[in-house]
């Protein structure tokens, strides 16, 4: 504890010093104790076996004199390492967890748990597979001026030529073709997880807060929250509304979080929406615009879902176009910034591709250094430059792309009708945001992680629950259905009305 | 557009401390040798008279080796017509443990890269955006805002960015000098602590590189575990980056910090507190990749970093690729062997030039980099001043990018880092003539500045380095020339090793 004596009294020597002095002292005192308490209560002792699953297997462990839990000098590490002795409680990551312990599998383990809960595509595998197979091998060895294989090339630490101007191109045919991107407003990172950590560190300090309307991908609370602490202020979206935000909900909790002290700095949505999967209007996105400018905050907008758009009357308007299809005057379009990455659209979520896309460039020149932390290896730049630019493979993988996941996700719903199970409308993302609050016990967020337990365990398969997603109607789960074969998903039925049957009894 | 609106009145929102801040550091004036060499970099045919860099520490002499390894097993890419077949699994994978595999051929390299010493458990190994992104992720793990890390100067200079630009970490220095040729000493470190704490600072840990940049210099096994027993004592962490491991090309074997816990007991080493940073660019030449790895005895940091590394994680078919390449035990052999004796003779190569031009380096036997003493030339000995005036000469006189010791916090001015690695033998020639150049120009005015007092002394550490510079080449050439082919180049038990 500090030890900060308050001398004032003391030097300036007046009469009743004694009494006069020491009495602030002792109140100073018993004031930085009290808050001492508050501010750092204890760290939890570590499980005593471990034996959860959660836990990384205990190999050459050294029972030392000063292993955690005994008296001398117990390490400390830092507040943000501390939590992560206890096992995850979202449902998000619990779920996950669990599928790794039983994973299905259609030959060997048929009675496995069915994955529900990653959003990933394995529909168009065989087309991006044949292409690799035919053009890769040119590209990744030999030189761009064919000179012969130079492992320089890819060993060597140096950004690619042409790579932005491959993915500004790409960017803009995946978005509809209607807005084209500056390279120059771009930064590649190793993924969608760094680049939105890296906007939200130059966007906020810590402390500060983004509104994001709910429900949201639960990811967002480990890749904002965790090394920025930046909150996450969640803005309530409605069945009644589709889910679909309103400005007066972002109004109310704007200024809800202004009387609490936070200071918001942005809002932060993600469009097609996660989970719910709807795809935000162009009078929506407008109206969200204006709200940024009047309150003199940014918007962040996550568009990784943008070329996975499947709803025939349904057109993904990305929030480049909103801005530059406005008058000059009305907005300060260096407010806006743009996530994307290829872990959705083009299912290579192992590449590690990701975009910051902003008008800011302050904000570009800042993330292009914070790259450093998480940059995009050399030889898969090579091979995004050869696979980006052939815009005919790009124009038949998105056509497939978005075909498959229409029909898949057609037969998911109907199957799902049949059991009297409706779904959210959506038109966008890898998932359908079901609404099981008909197999509901009680309806409340308990009755909601029981159903999702009873998932898990009885009929073995793992959907996300809006909990997780911090909805506030509980009996929504997010089902993601890219990574499914058509004869799944009878047996993921069946597995269903498992469950759906005693609770009409 | 940006910068009308960022300042311009109340329409702009403004933007966090960390994108505006200086600390990423790129404004430096140490970036000008950069920005010179961008300007006029130099080519053999196309641009002879243009700034040769020796400022960037990379392992160029071995891609060969690579190069002939990635023709020969084209299964081991997923982009080839042998190897497309895994192409689903890979491009879908990633979950931040990564592939086994590649944990297990990572600890299987960094075993051979210690010489065998020592073995790595492939479960404690955590992935990160290369080694920037594994020293910033091992500082979000260890401590918080305002927390201090002691880091013995001179260290590598993007330390200030890594360590400190997100995490809000502070950076205290434990000086070295000349005065014992920069070692670093318990007492420095109990010294450096102890002046922390009287100031309140909290002190989180202890942070080195070991072989060391920019010294190339290694840490004897006594020092490393009375450093091991200290930061125990004092219950403080010890972070060492071990990314020069395998850069060693002469003199004593590389002692890593893995085989001090190993050989030290319990009553004495809180293996809870040790924690090693690595990396396959240096070792292995490959920046590119941007494989970076957190290893560490501590299962909750284990944890925390693995949760981190989302945030850098190695892209999949990269870890398939090297999976295979690490793992084939007669390339890596062969490739380490190979790589330290090439190693070995660029350094000699370079400091024999340098001291026919009549400079001296630090005994170094290890790293990509030599550390260059031209304290002789500076105006004023004293004055950083004068180090920077003398830079700019080297960076548009002599046409070199060379690192000044001030931007690696060295204390004493004069010092320079110069890189040899990354170029090939004809450039490493004519960066040489010009240097011999530029001191037979100028050694009259040498020696009209150097006082009677400095010639002796210099004379003598010429003649004590020289003597030691021979005996090591003595044993070095030796060592070749019996053709021993074991992979840690030098076996503990060879007696060649006593001469």
């Not at chain 1, 809960?117 to 761009?144: H, I, K, V, Y």
């Not at chain 1, 898949?408 to 038109?427: D, M, N, R, W």
Request: aromatic content about 10%.
């Amino acid at each position: 504890m500090r030890l900060i004596v308050p001398l004032q009294g003391v030097v300036q020597g007046r009469g009743g010093l004694f009494v006069g002095s020491l009495i602030p002292c002792c109140l100073f005192y018993f004031l930085q104790l009290y808050l001492k308490r508050r501010r750092s209560p204890p760290p939890p002792p570590p499980p005593p076996d471990s034996d959860s699953s959660s836990e990384l297997p205990r190999t050459s462990s050294r029972s030392s004199l000063f292993t955690r839990g005994n008296s001398i000098g117990r390490v400390r590490v830092s507040s943000r390492a501390a939590p992560l002795a206890k096992p995850p409680d979202s449902p998000y990551y619990i779920g996950l967890e669990r599928v790794k312990t039983d994973p299905y599998d259609r030959v060997t383990n048929r009675d496995g748990i069915i994955q529900l809960g990653l959003a990933e595509s394995t529909l168009c595998f065989d087309l991006l597979q044949r292409w690799m197979s035919e053009n890769l091998m040119d590209s990744l060895m030999m030189q761009s001026d064919g000179s012969g294989f130079d492992v320089s090339t890819i060993a060597m630490y140096q950004p690619f030529e042409g790579l932005l101007e491959a993915f500004a191109d790409f960017m803009s045919r995946i978005m509809g073709g209607n807005v084209s991107f500056d390279p120059s407003n771009m930064v590649i990172t190793a993924g969608g997880t760094p680049a939105v950590e890296v906007l939200a560190f130059c966007l906020a300090d810590h402390g500060n807060a983004f509104l994001i309307p709910s429900p949201y991908y639960p990811g967002f609370d480990r890749d904002i929250k965790f090394r920025t602490g930046i909150e996450l202020i969640p803005v309530h979206c409605r069945s009644s509304d589709n889910f679909t935000v309103t400005v007066s909900a972002l109004e109310q909790a704007l200024n809800q979080a202004r009387k609490r002290g936070s200071k918001v700095s942005g809002i932060l949505f993600s469009n097609p929406s996660n989970p719910v999967g709807n795809i935000l209007s162009r009078e929506t996105l407008h109206a969200i615009l204006s709200f940024a400018q009047e309150k003199n905050i940014h918007v962040i907008s996550d568009e990784i879902f943008a070329g996975s758009v499947y709803g025939v009357d349904k057109e993904f308007v990305s929030m480049a176009e909103v801005v530059a299809a406005s008058a000059s005057g009305d907005f300060d379009k260096s407010r806006v910034h743009i996530i994307y990455g290829l872990s959705k659209d083009l299912s290579l979520p192992g590449f590690r591709t990701g975009v910051i896309y902003s008008f800011h460039e302050d904000v570009v020149s800042a993330a292009k250094k914070l790259m450093r932390f998480s940059s995009m290896p050399v030889p898969v730049q090579r091979i995004l430059i050869s696979l980006l630019s052939d815009t005919r493979f790009i124009e038949e993988y998105m056509a497939a792309h978005r075909q498959r996941i229409r029909d898949k996700h057609f037969l998911f719903v109907e199957g799902l009708k049949q059991l009297g199970i409706p779904c959210a409308e959506s038109g966008g993302g890898l998932y359908c945001w079901v609404d099981m609050s008909s197999l509901l016990t009680s309806y409340s967020e308990k009755g909601e992680l029981e159903l999702f337990e009873k998932l898990l365990s009885v009929a073995k398969i793992n959907a996300t629950p809006g909990t997780a997603c911090y909805c506030i109607e509980p009996g929504w789960f997010r089902c993601c259905f890219t990574a499914l074969a058509d004869e799944d998903i009878p047996v993921i039925m069946e597995r269903i009305k498992l469950l759906a049957e005693p609770s009409t009894s | 557009m940006g910068s009308l609106m960022k300042g311009g009145g109340v329409s702009g929102a403004i933007l966090s401390r960390i994108a505006t801040n200086d600390q990423h550091g790129e404004n430096s004036e140490y970036f000008d040798g950069w920005k010179a060499y961008d300007k006029d970099p130099f080519h053999l045919s196309r641009n002879p008279h243009g700034i040769i860099q020796m400022g960037l520490a990379e392992n160029q002499l071995c891609l060969d080796l690579i190069k002939d390894w990635i023709k020969e097993n084209p299964k081991a890419s997923v982009c080839t017509p042998e190897g497309v077949h895994q192409f689903s699994d890979i491009a879908n994978f990633q979950d931040y443990h990564g592939l086994r595999e590649f944990r297990q051929a990572i600890a299987h390299f960094m075993g051979k890269a210690r010489g065998g010493r020592v073995t790595f458990d492939p479960e404690r190994i955590v992935m990160s955006g290369g080694a920037t992104g594994a020293n910033e992720t091992i500082m979000f793990c260890l401590a918080d805002p305002g927390d201090v890390f002691l880091v013995p100067s001179p260290y590598y200079a993007a330390f200030d960015r890594d360590l400190r630009w997100r995490t809000g970490v502070e950076i205290v220095p434990v000086h070295c000098s000349s005065s014992n040729n920069f070692k670093l000493n318990v007492e420095a470190v109990e010294w450096a602590y102890k002046k922390a704490l009287e100031s309140n600072k909290n002190v989180k840990g202890l942070l080195f590189t070991n072989p060391s940049n920019p010294l190339g210099t290694i840490l004897d096994k006594d020092t490393l575990m009375n450093i091991v027993r200290f930061v125990t004592r004092k219950n403080i962490h010890l972070v060492v980056d071990e990314i020069y491991a395998a850069t060693v090309f002469a003199g004593e074997n590389f002692v890593s910090v893995a085989e001090v816990v190993k050989d030290l007991g319990d009553s004495e080493v809180n293996a809870d507190l040790i924690h090693i940073v690595y990396s396959l660019s240096k070792d292995m030449g490959l920046p590119g990749f941007r494989v970076g790895i957190v290893y560490s005895y501590n299962d909750l940091v284990v944890s925390c970093a693995r949760k981190m590394s989302s945030f850098g994680l190695v892209s999949s078919q990269t870890q398939l690729m090297l999976a295979s390449m690490l793992s084939d035990d007669q390339f890596v052999d062969n490739f380490l062997m190979e790589s330290s004796r090439r190693l070995g003779i660029r350094h000699d190569a370079l400091t024999l030039g340098l001291k026919k031009a009549g400079i001296t380096c630090l005994i170094s036997t290890a790293g990509l980099f030599v550390w260059m003493d031209l304290r002789h030339l500076l105006r004023n000995r004293n004055s950083f001043k004068s180090e920077i005036e003398l830079w700019h000469i080297i960076i548009n006189k002599v046409k070199l990018n060379v690192s000044p010791g001030s931007s690696f916090q060295c204390t004493e001015p004069g010092w320079f880092r110069v890189c040899f690695a990354n170029m090939d033998d004809d450039t490493l020639h004519v960066a040489l003539r010009r240097i011999q150049d530029f001191m037979s120009k100028n050694s009259n005015k040498v020696a009209e500045k150097a006082s009677n007092n400095d010639q002796i002394i210099q004379n003598n550490n010429a003649k004590k380095q020289k003597w030691k510079q021979s005996n090591l080449r003595l044993s070095f050439r030796r060592l070749y020339e019996d053709g021993l082919s074991s992979p840690g180049i030098m076996s503990p038990h060879s007696p060649l090793l006593r001469t």
